[in-house]
C-alpha cells in the first residue's frame, strides 16, 4: 500500500513539473509582449489598467492614503485605475489577493505569517511602523499584564490576523488552555457588553468607544513584551510582481503620494471618507483614529512605507523560536526593492528549476519506501510492547483484588476513628469561628482607620509620593494626581522624576535620591521648567528591624512666597538705597551751596569784569552740573514734587529734544506723534523734563549708527486688572508717553536691574538716570514700564495720571532787583557755612539778619529779641529738635512772622507737612541769589513799610 502511495506521489509531482512549464512559458510570453508594448510606445499613453485593491476592514482613516491616491488623481496619473473592495469579517485580504479576486491587497504582519507558510507573496511598503493591535481591558479588572489573562475571558482570533498577540502570550509561557478563551472575530457589542475581561483591538479604533462612554480601559502591548511587529503593510503577489512589475512600481508610488497627502490633509480626507465612502464613523471617532494612526506611522521620523528587511527577518526568527513556523524559512524576494529591475523570467533559470522539482521527487520516494520500511520494524515492536503490557495488568488486576481486601477491613476501624475525631473538629471549629469573628472586626476596624487616613492625605494640598526601594512609586495622594493629570493608578510604578519632569534620568540634586543615599532626611528648593518653585522635602521610611523599605516625599508649591519674600527684599534695598541717596544729596547740598553762593556774591562784588566772569564761569557751570547729579540722587530717594503745575504733554517733548540734541547723531531720526486731543499732566516741569532727557539719551546710546527714535502719546484708560508691569497703577485715566527705538535692545537679567541705582551697561551709561527716573515717576503717582528685546529694540512707556486744562506758565522772575530796607530775617541753620552764605546773601539784598544755629537759640531769640522779626528761614534739620517741631513755638511767639522752609530735601514728607501746616514758602538748597531775592520781594515788606 505504501509503495503504491508513493507511486501516486511521483504521478503528482510530473503533473506538478508539467503544468510548472506550461506555466511560466505563457508568463514569459506575456513579459515579452509588454515589453515588446513598452518598447513600441514613444509617448504618454491612454491606456488604463484596472486592478482592485482589497482593504482589511471597512472603510475608515486607516485606509486614508488609498482614498488620497484616488481623489487626488495619482492613480490615474500612473496609468492605473483602482477599485477599492471593502474588507470585514470574513473577506481576508491575503485570501482575495492569492485567489485573483484582487491584485493587491492591506494586512498586518500575518503577512510574513503566510509567506513563511510558503504563500508566493510580495511585501510592497510599511505604512505602520508598529502594530496597533492589543489586548484591551477596563481598568477595574486588574488586568496589567499577561499573567493577569490566566483564568479570565478573553476573546481573541487564534488565527493569523491576532499573530502578535499569539506570539506575545506564546513568549509569556501562557497557552490558550489557562485562559477562558473565545475565539473569532471581536464584534463593536463585545466591547461595551463586559462579558469579556480582555479584548483584541486596534488601538486607533476601538478605545475610542469605551472612551466616549466614559470607561477607564488599560492596554497590553506586544512591543512591551519583545513583539514589535509591523502593522498595516500593502503587499501583492509573486505573480503580479513577475507579469506587471512596471504597473507594481507606479501603484506603490502612487499609493505612498497618496498616504503623504492624507497625513498633511486629515480633515479634507475625513469629509471625502464620510461624504464618498459613507464611513459608519463619526467625525470625531475618525479624527480619534487619525491622531493615533500618526503615533504609529510616525510621518515626521520616518519616510511613510520604509521597510527595514532586518526587521522582518527578526519577526520571522520571532515565529520560529515560538514554534508558529518550521526553521530553514527562505525570505528572498518577499520584500520588494523599487530600486531594482524586474527581469523576463529565462528559460535558463525554468530548466533549473525543472530539474531541482524532478530530484526533489526522487528524493522523496526513497524516503517514503524508507519510511515503509522502518514502519514494518515500528509495528512488530509496538506488538511486542502491547503483549508485555498485557501480562504487567493481569498481575495489577490480582493485586489491586488483595488491595481491596484490606480496605475493607480497615473501613470498620477507620469508622470508630471518625467519630472520635468529629467532636474534637465541631470544638476546634467552634473555636476557629470565634478567631474568625474578631479577625474581622479587626480588619473593619483597619479598613476604617486606613480610609480615614487616605481621606486625610488626600485632603492637604502638599504633594505626598510614597516610593519603594526600587525608587518607584507605590502610593500618591490626590494632590500629586491632580497636578500630573492622571489616576494615582496610571502612577503607580513610575519613578519621580518622570512624574515631575517626564525625563527618564534623575534630576539634579534629587532630594529623594540624597535619602537613599545617607538614609537621613533631606529638604531642597526646586525651581521647574514653567517657573514655578517647589519646597520638595523627602523622608526616611524604616520597617522594624530598621531597614530602609522607601521615601516618603512631600512637595508644596511656594511660587508666591518665594516671589513675595523677593519683592520684600527688594522694596527694603530700594528703601535702604532711597535713604542713603537722600543723606547724601543732603548733606552734597549744603556744601555746594558753600560754593554756588559765594560765587555770587563774589560775582555781584566784581560787576561785569571780564576776567572774573571766564573764571567764574566754569566753577558755576560744574556746580550746576553737580547740582543737577543731586537732583536726580534726590528724585531716585523720594521722587521729589515740586513747583507742581499742569503741563502740556506736546509742549513738554517740543522743549525738552532741545536738551538731548548734544546726545543724538545725525543719522539718529526722531519721530514725534502726539494724539490731538492728549489730556494735561499734573508735575514738576523740571524733573519731567530730567526724566525724558535720560530715557532719549539712552535710546540714542542703544543705537548703532542709523537709527530711528520715535517718542509718541496719547490717552489711556487703565482698568486695573491688565500688564503686570503697570500693578504699581490705580485704576483711572493717564496719559502714555513712550519712547521707542530700534537699538540693540536688552536681555532679561539687564532689564531686570535698569531701575538699580548705579546699574549701567555700555549703552545705558548714566547710572542713576533709570533709577532716578523711575523714582520720579512713582512719586507722581505714576508708573514705567519696559519693554525689550536683545535685537528687537527698547520701548519704554510713562503712565502719568492725566488732569484737565492747561494752567498759564508760572515762571519764577529770571533777574528782580534787589529790594531795599531793613526788615529782619531770621536765619536758624545749624551748618555753619550755609549760614555764612545765606547770612551774606540776604545782608546784600538790604535786610537785617538775626541768626540761631539751633532750635533752642532761635526759640530764645523769638522770645527775647524786643523788635520785629519778619521771616524766618527755617532748616528741617537741626541738631536737637526738627522743623517741624520748632515752627508751632514760632508761630506762637510770633503771629505775624512769615516762614521760609529751607533743605536740601525735595518739598516732600517733613517740608511738605511744615508747608501744609502753612509756611509761606520752600527754598531748595543750593538756591541761587535771584531766587532768594525774588522770594523775599514778595513775602517781605518794603523798608518804607517797616519804617515808623
Not at 505569517?113 to 496597533?132: D, I
Not at 535698569?754 to 549703552?763: A, E, G, M, S, W
Not at 522772575?813 to 529790594?819: D, E, K, W
Request: aromatic letters at 8%; a negative charge; charged letters at 25%.
Amino acid at each position: 500500500m505504501i509503495k503504491k502511495g508513493a507511486q501516486h506521489i511521483f504521478r503528482a509531482v510530473s503533473v506538478a513539473i508539467v503544468s510548472a512549464l506550461l506555466t511560466a512559458g505563457s508568463g514569459v510570453a506575456e513579459e515579452r509582449q509588454i515589453a515588446a508594448a513598452g518598447e513600441n510606445n514613444t509617448g504618454i499613453s491612454d491606456h488604463v489598467e484596472t486592478v482592485t485593491l482589497q482593504l482589511r476592514w471597512f472603510h475608515q482613516f486607516q485606509f486614508a492614503g488609498y482614498y488620497a491616491a484616488i481623489e487626488k488623481g495619482f492613480y490615474r496619473e500612473a496609468g492605473i485605475h483602482v477599485t477599492l473592495a471593502e474588507g470585514g469579517e470574513g473577506r481576508e485580504p491575503v485570501d482575495a489577493v492569492l485567489n485573483g479576486r484582487a491584485e493587491y491587497g492591506v494586512t498586518n504582519s500575518e503577512i510574513l505569517f503566510h509567506r513563511l507558510r510558503g504563500a508566493p507573496l510580495v511585501v510592497l511598503a510599511a505604512v505602520f511602523q508598529h502594530s496597533p493591535l492589543v489586548l484591551m481591558a477596563r481598568r477595574d479588572s486588574g488586568i496589567r499584564t499577561p499573567h493577569d489573562l490566566i483564568g479570565r475571558k478573553v476573546r481573541m482570533s487564534l488565527e493569523s490576523r491576532d499573530v502578535e498577540l499569539q506570539a506575545m502570550l506564546q513568549s509569556e509561557n501562557i497557552s490558550p488552555d489557562q485562559m477562558r478563551l473565545t475565539d473569532g472575530w471581536v464584534k463593536p457589542e463585545d466591547y461595551l457588553s463586559g462579558v469579556f475581561d480582555a479584548i483584541s483591538a486596534y488601538i486607533t479604533n476601538e478605545p475610542y468607544l469605551m472612551i466616549r462612554q466614559g470607561i477607564p480601559i488599560s492596554f497590553i502591548h506586544p512591543a512591551g513584551y519583545g513583539i514589535d511587529f509591523y502593522g498595516d503593510s500593502l503587499f501583492t503577489s509573486e505573480e503580479e510582481l513577475q507579469k506587471h512589475p512596471g504597473r507594481v512600481k507606479a501603484f506603490r508610488a502612487a499609493s505612498l503620494r497618496g498616504w503623504k497627502y492624507a497625513m498633511n490633509h486629515p480633515d479634507e480626507l475625513i469629509d471625502i471618507i464620510l461624504e464618498k465612502y459613507h464611513s459608519k464613523k463619526s467625525r470625531d471617532h475618525l479624527r480619534y483614529e487619525m491622531e493615533k494612526m500618526r503615533e504609529l506611522i510616525l510621518p515626521a521620523l520616518i519616510q511613510i512605507g520604509h521597510i527595514n528587511p532586518a526587521r522582518w527577518e527578526q519577526m520571522a526568527r520571532t515565529l520560529v523560536r515560538l514554534g508558529k513556523v518550521a526553521p530553514g524559512y527562505d525570505l528572498g524576494g518577499f520584500v520588494y526593492d523599487p530600486y531594482g529591475q524586474s527581469d523576463p523570467f529565462p528559460w535558463e533559470k525554468l530548466l533549473t528549476a525543472v530539474t531541482a522539482v524532478a530530484l526533489g521527487a526522487g528524493i522523496v520516494a526513497i524516503i517514503l519506501l524508507m519510511f515503509n520500511k522502518k514502519l514494518s520494524n515500528l509495528v512488530r515492536a509496538r506488538t511486542a510492547e502491547l503483549s508485555a503490557i498485557n501480562k504487567t495488568l493481569r498481575r495489577e488486576v490480582a493485586d489491586r483484588e488483595l488491595a481491596e481486601e484490606e480496605v475493607r477491613k480497615l473501613y470498620g476501624n477507620l469508622e470508630i476513628r471518625i467519630e472520635e475525631n468529629t467532636q474534637e473538629l465541631r470544638e476546634a471549629n467552634q473555636r476557629l469561628q470565634q478567631e474568625v469573628r474578631e479577625r474581622e472586626e479587626t480588619g473593619a476596624a483597619l479598613r476604617k482607620s486606613e480610609t480615614e487616613k487616605k481621606a486625610i492625605l488626600d485632603g492637604i494640598q502638599t504633594q505626598l509620593v510614597f516610593m519603594g526601594a526600587n525608587r518607584k512609586i507605590l502610593w500618591v495622594n490626590k494632590a500629586v494626581a491632580a497636578f500630573s493629570g492622571r489616576s494615582p493608578e496610571e502612577l503607580i510604578g513610575i519613578r519621580c522624576h518622570e512624574l515631575w519632569n517626564a525625563s527618564e534620568k534623575s534630576c539634579r540634586d534629587c532630594p529623594t535620591s540624597e535619602v537613599f543615599h545617607t538614609g537621613r532626611g533631606h529638604q531642597r528648593i526646586v525651581h521647574a521648567k514653567d517657573g514655578k518653585i517647589w519646597d520638595r522635602r523627602a523622608e526616611p521610611v524604616f520597617d522594624d528591624q530598621g531597614k530602609l523599605i522607601g521615601v516618603l516625599e512631600a512637595s508644596d508649591d511656594v511660587t508666591e512666597k518665594v516671589q513675595a519674600r523677593e519683592q520684600l527684599q527688594h522694596t527694603r534695598k530700594m528703601e535702604a538705597i532711597s535713604d542713603l541717596a537722600a543723606g547724601i544729596a543732603h548733606e552734597f547740598n549744603n556744601a555746594l551751596f558753600g560754593i554756588t553762593g559765594n560765587i555770587e556774591l563774589f560775582r555781584t562784588r566784581l560787576g561785569d569784569a571780564g576776567d572774573a566772569e571766564t573764571c567764574f564761569g566754569p566753577i558755576q557751570e560744574s556746580a550746576r552740573r553737580m547740582k543737577y547729579l543731586t537732583d536726580r540722587l534726590l528724585a531716585y530717594a523720594r521722587g521729589g514734587k515740586y513747583q507742581v503745575r499742569r503741563i502740556d504733554p506736546a509742549a513738554l517733548i517740543r522743549e525738552t529734544l532741545p536738551l538731548t540734541r548734544h546726545n543724538l547723531t545725525p543719522e539718529i531720526r526722531v519721530d514725534v506723534a502726539l494724539a490731538e486731543d492728549i489730556s494735561a499732566i499734573e508735575a514738576d516741569y523740571t524733573q519731567m523734563q530730567m526724566v525724558f532727557s535720560e530715557i532719549i539719551s539712552n535710546a540714542a546710546e542703544a543705537v548703532d549708527g542709523k537709527g530711528h527714535i520715535r517718542i509718541t502719546g496719547r490717552n489711556y484708560m487703565h482698568p486695573g486688572q491688565c500688564e503686570a508691569n503697570l500693578a504699581e497703577c490705580m485704576s483711572g485715566h493717564y496719559v502714555c508717553l513712550s519712547v521707542e527705538d530700534d537699538g540693540r535692545g536688552m536681555d532679561k537679567n539687564t532689564k531686570d536691574r535698569i531701575f538699580d541705582p548705579f546699574f549701567t551697561t555700555n549703552f545705558l551709561g548714566r547710572g542713576l538716570g533709570m533709577a532716578a527716573a523711575y523714582g520720579i515717576i512713582r512719586n507722581h503717582g505714576g508708573c514705567l514700564a519696559v519693554d525689550s528685546e536683545p535685537g528687537e529694540g527698547t520701548a519704554v512707556r510713562i503712565f502719568l495720571p492725566a488732569v484737565d486744562g492747561i494752567e498759564e506758565d508760572m515762571r519764577i522772575p529770571g533777574n528782580p532787583a534787589f529790594s531795599e530796607g531793613e526788615p529782619n530775617v531770621l536765619i536758624i541753620e545749624d551748618d555753619e557755612m550755609v549760614m555764612d552764605v545765606t547770612h551774606a546773601m540776604i545782608r546784600r539784598l538790604g535786610y537785617q539778619v538775626l541768626k540761631a544755629g539751633s532750635g533752642a537759640e532761635a526759640l530764645d531769640i523769638v522770645r527775647r529779641f524786643s523788635g520785629s522779626i519778619h521771616m524766618a528761614i527755617l532748616d528741617i534739620c537741626l541738631p536737637d529738635m526738627s522743623g517741624n517741631e520748632i515752627y508751632p513755638f514760632l508761630i506762637e511767639a510770633r503771629p505775624e512772622i512769615r516762614v521760609i522752609v529751607c533743605s536740601g530735601h525735595p518739598p516732600d514728607g517733613a517740608v511738605r507737612e511744615l508747608l501744609d501746616a502753612g509756611a509761606d514758602g520752600f527754598l531748595q538748597k543750593p538756591f541761587r541769589l535771584d531766587a532768594l531775592s525774588a522770594l523775599l520781594h514778595r513775602l517781605l515788606p518794603t523798608a518804607a513799610e517797616t519804617s515808623p
